[in-house]
């Protein structure tokens, strides 16, 4: 258990500075350092418990699961050992929630389950969270946490990408509003798709953000890499999302954009 | 297993000098010796063709990355110019500048107008430099974007030429939103009520690939290779060894024919005896035929009809487990 998600000791120690805290009181602050202000992941549960509205949430397509489709070596252990370690079925957690009352449409992505990493099951459980926003009517959000594309599943996980991106197409058609949510970390195919295009982008500070590994960037680069190459900070100053929102401004945040941007779907 | 370029070609390339020499000995031979000489020279293109028969019959996947990533088989350019009449390339991206690692332009195929957009690679130290060794960078997809536009607002279809190690990984194209632009790519492709065609005809390289290849019919040359990951980065990934690609590219099937397999291609082309790099006028004029029978077929869609079939056939991509374990 990660030392957000309300560690089973006493004490924990924070995964930035170090400092020992109150693992009662880090719980308390959502994960967020109270010394340096670091935010530490959350699994998927506890991100909607700290963002939706209590008690809101409808867990939907719990039961699709991941398959071994090429017969990639140790695939099948590892989906068990993922299993075994989050609780779920694979990475995404979706279903419907409300915002101050204000139904909506969620996906939530645990990165504990093999990073994150988006294969046919995530992106199944993403696209019917677009289309339920469609079916409903109801704004869309999605958190994500992944290291990118599940290679695991060859080219099945690569037309993943299409395959969400499509989705976000036809909710733009429809005036359903998409709000995407950086989380530590938005990476590669992830970043390359559904994330990046939403109406409004969020990302939790210091998240790691960037479309190659850091490490083929940099061998990449002649150039200095600037110090928050990779980062909400850097995505930030580029323009590529719209705002770097503290977790606890999370939820008052989201709020105040379904309602504004959903105004037309309520009548 | 051969692991580089060379070391697979080499017995061909020996077979081939051997069979060079003999030829120019045979020029100046007299008479006389000129007859067993060319008996020799049929025997050694017998041998040679035997060998190619060979090893092009069963080239496994690391094969293929090989035979994929070859300089002499035909880049997007060499296809367009032969394919297409009165090629026009149009270069802006309106946004910040001109990317050479991805091409596009207006052209007649059969004497239709048509979007055309591909990837390009160079083959010389000085080309591959200015083609960014088919990388592009958010430019190259924001023009993309920008011709896919005019094509669908001058119903013209699209055919794209898909050929690249990657996107460009570099911290200029993160600064402007490499993933971004391949995600609006992809978009925007969702978006055509056109026909579209895409020919994987080299390495399709994961997101720098699919960005242009959201497409009705998705065809790929028979080794050509279509991968979300180089088996180099995924064998550095899996087992911490760039070296073990021959092992990572077995295990991402890689290959057009698991791809068909699959069902997330449409179409395989067949190359020319002994792969495209041997006959590249070969692989052009199979391309031609296959590229005129699915623009045909796809011509007899309205435009809603394509745009659904599009999101359908990826919409369905995707193997899951749903129910009771
Ligand atoms: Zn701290």
Redesign the interface.
């Given at each position: 258990m990660r030392p957000g998600d309300g560690a089973s000791g006493v004490f924990c120690q924070c995964a930035e500075c170090k400092k020992i805290l109150l693992a009662g009181e880090l719980f308390e602050a959502l994960g967020v350092c109270p010394n340096c202000g670091h935010h530490h992941r959350l699994s998927a549960a506890r991100r909607i418990e700290v963002t939706f509205d209590p008690g809101s949430f409808e867990e939907l397509d719990a039961?699709?699961?991941?398959?071994d489709?090429?017969e990639?070596?140790e695939y099948s252990e590892k989906l068990r050992k993922a299993e075994a370690k989050t609780g779920s079925r694979d990475g995404v957690v979706s279903g419907v929630a409300a915002l101050d009352e204000i139904p909506v449409s969620v996906a939530v992505t645990d990165f504990d389950f093999m990073g994150g990493s988006l294969?046919?099951?995530a992106?199944?459980k993403i696209?019917r969270t677009f289309e339920r926003g469609l079916e409903r009517k109801t704004p869309v959000i999605v958190f994500s946490a992944s290291g990118g594309?599940r290679?695991q599943?060859?080219?099945?996980?690569?037309?993943?990408?299409?395959?969400t991106?499509?989705?976000?197409?036809?909710c733009?058609d429809q005036a359903i509003p998409y709000i995407s949510v950086f989380t530590d970390p938005t990476m590669?195919?992830v970043?390359?798709?559904?994330?990046?295009?939403a109406d409004v982008i969020l990302s939790e500070p210091k998240a790691l953000v960037?479309?190659?590994g850091a490490r083929?960037?940099k061998q990449?680069?002649v150039?200095k890499?600037?110090d928050n190459?990779?980062t909400a900070e850097?995505?930030f100053e580029?323009?590529?999302i719209d705002r770097i929102v503290p977790r606890k401004e999370m939820r008052p945040t989201l709020i105040r954009l379904v309602r504004a941007l959903g105004g037309h779907l309520r009548g | 297993m051969a692991k580089t370029w060379k070391e697979w070609e080499k017995p061909l390339l020996e077979l081939d000098e051997a069979l060079g020499k003999l030829r120019e000995l045979a020029r100046v031979a007299t008479p006389d010796r000129r007859a067993e000489l060319e008996r020799r020279i049929a025997e050694s293109e017998q041998r040679r063709n035997r060998y190619i028969d060979v090893m092009y019959s069963r080239l496994g996947p690391w094969e293929k990355v090989l035979v994929a990533r070859a300089e002499k088989r035909p880049y997007s350019l060499d296809y367009i110019n032969a394919l297409f009449t009165e090629f026009i390339e149009l270069d802006g991206d309106r946004r910040y500048g001109a990317d050479h690692a991805i091409v596009g332009g207006v052209a007649f195929f059969d004497e239709r107008p048509v979007m055309v957009v591909g990837h390009q690679k160079g083959r010389n130290i000085q080309e591959r430099q200015y083609r960014n060794f088919g990388m592009a960078k958010p430019e190259g997809y924001r023009k993309a974007m920008r011709l896919f536009d005019m094509a669908n607002r001058f119903r013209m279809p699209v055919v794209t030429f898909v050929d690249t190690p990657a996107a460009d990984p570099g911290v200029e194209s993160e600064s402007r939103g490499i993933s971004e632009a391949i995600a609006a790519a992809m978009q925007r492709m969702f978006e055509l009520k056109v026909p579209v065609v895409s020919v994987v005809h080299g390495e399709g390289g994961s997101g720098g690939a699919i960005g242009i290849a959201v497409a009705n019919r998705v065809l790929m040359l028979e080794h050509a290779i279509y991968s979300v990951i180089p088996p180099e980065g995924c064998a550095a990934i899996l087992w911490r060894d760039p070296d073990r690609g021959p092992q990572a590219a077995a295990a991402l099937r890689l290959t057009a024919q698991s791809a068909l397999e699959y069902g997330l291609i449409d179409d395989i082309i067949l190359e020319p005896h002994g792969g495209a790099h041997r006959d590249p006028p070969g692989a052009i004029r199979a391309v031609g035929e296959a590229l005129a029978r699915h623009l045909a077929e796809l011509g007899a869609f309205d435009g809603e009809a394509l745009q659904a079939d599009r999101y359908a056939k990826f919409r369905a991509m995707g193997r899951f487990g749903e129910g009771a374990a």
């Open positions: 039961d699709l699961r991941s398959i489709p090429i990639f070596p294969g046919s099951v992106a199944e696209v594309a290679m599943e060859g080219l099945f996980s690569l037309m993943q990408i299409a395959k991106t499509a989705a976000v197409q036809r733009r590669a195919g970043l390359a798709s559904h994330a990046s295009i960037g479309f190659a083929v960037s990449a680069q150039s890499v600037p190459f990779q850097f995505v580029h323009g590529m | -």
